[in-house]
């Protein structure tokens, strides 16, 4: 596991693992369904490859702390998508300018 992943639950797989598997096993489309979703490394690596989910998880301890992971995640990600954005704009700026 990347060091930087806080471990907040204890059978916890890397998202890592899981962007490996729906790399290979989804399909563009395919909309995920954990029903024990624990850390949710699963669900941030469903987003990391533009996947829709649902997600269950029965313990609410776990509940809380994966919830507040994924939505730790998720702002982080639309922060990055926001910066892309922009720098996109920019490059794209650049392009036209050397045409
Ligand atoms: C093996 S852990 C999942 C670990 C997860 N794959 C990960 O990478 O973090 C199983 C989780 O399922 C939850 N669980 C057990 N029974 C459940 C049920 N009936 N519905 C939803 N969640 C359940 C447990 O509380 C536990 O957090």
Redesign the pocket.
Known sequence: MKNKEIRI?P???PVALYEWILSRYAKDGDIILD????????LIACRNTNHKFVG????EY?YKLSKERLDRELAQMNLFDFMGGWWNEQNNSEHYEDK
């Open positions: 639950h059978t916890q797989k029903t024990h979703v624990g850390s949710a490394s699963s269950f998880e029965l313990d776990y």
